[in-house]
């Protein structure tokens, strides 16, 4: 249960570092709060308290809207996710085109709990009140229920808002001059970017994420413990190093054990790392579609 439970962070770790590695906006202190209470601002209350965020991603790609809020100070973070480009209201945790799903998500110190049950059941609403494509902000409410799957504990979110929160409407350019490569069951995996991020958040070891990202967030992440030192390592499933390949938001598979990873350089200080691959990713449950992630390289500056 352990390793499931280190899995399932794992994933969310791999998507706020590739967020991270995109675009993060700070903003404001206690002297500033009335201004951040009318733009860039990200809270919602639960366990008596209220949860407000101190950095902000947001992106709206390919008809996928993102929208993330971490606090620093504990690791929480919050993270929004719905399949649309446009004002109006999203139930959360009911398949839609059965392979959509829109969901919130809460990562607190090693424990995820999504808002979802049975994919049918409608867990929550993210509602977009306000798309401001000019000045590239987002604005809306949500509340949920978030579900964690190894504790079999629920917490309820209420009274979420985000407030004129800055969006990415590309995926930006490479940190400095990144370079990536791989093949997906033969083809060659065409990127738009290429990200890398150091991760630390209570409860878990410190991680950075190299992440390649092609049209509507397809990836392929590769995740190592921040203090990885120059050898050959073994792939996991459940454990770092882990790789993972995502055909989308809704279809994402996982190293399997095995694979093989290369670390030829970890210049700490000058945060690059350098390295080649290969595994075979698969669906963590189930019999789904397997792919043979081949010739990988990278060479990546991590923020």
Sequence with gaps: MKRIKHFLFSIVL???SSAISCNIEPY??????????????????FDGQTFKADNTVATVLND????????????????????????????????QNQVELNSASLAENGNVWPSVTDFVTSQGEIIITELDEENKTIT???????????????KVFENGSFTKIPYEASLGTNNGNNTFF??????????????????????????????????????????????????DYTFSTFDSPMGQYNVSLTEG???????????????????????????????????????????????????
């Design 140 to 154: 809306g409410t949500f509340f949920f229920t978030g579900h964690n799957p190894i504790t079999m504990s629920s």
């Design 182 to 231: 791989a093949k997906v069951d033969g083809d060659e995996f065409v990127e738009d970017s290429i990200g890398g991020a150091l991760l630390t958040l209570p409860g878990t070891p410190s991680t950075i994420t190299i992440t390649a990202t092609k049209n509507s967030l397809q990836t392929i992440s590769i995740s190592v413990n921040a203090n990885i030192t120059s050898g």
């Design 64 to 95: 996928v809207i993102n929208i993330s809020g971490i606090k620093t100070n504990t690791g929480e973070a919050i993270i929004l996710t719905v399949f649309g480009n446009s004002i109006g209201t999203y139930k959360l945790g009911v398949t």
């Design 14 to 16: 791999i998507f706020i």
């Design 28 to 45: 404001g202190d206690d002297e500033s709060e009335q201004v951040n209470l009318e733009a860039g601002t990200f809270q919602v209350d």
């Design 253 to 303: 598979t996982v190293s399997d054990d095995g694979g093989e990873l290369i670390i030829t350089e970890h210049d700490v200080v000058n945060k690059k790392i350098v390295g080649t691959f290969k595994f075979t990713a698969k669906p963590l449950f189930g019999s789904g579609k397997s792919y043979e992630i081949t010739e990988g390289s990278f060479s990546v500056t991590y923020l």
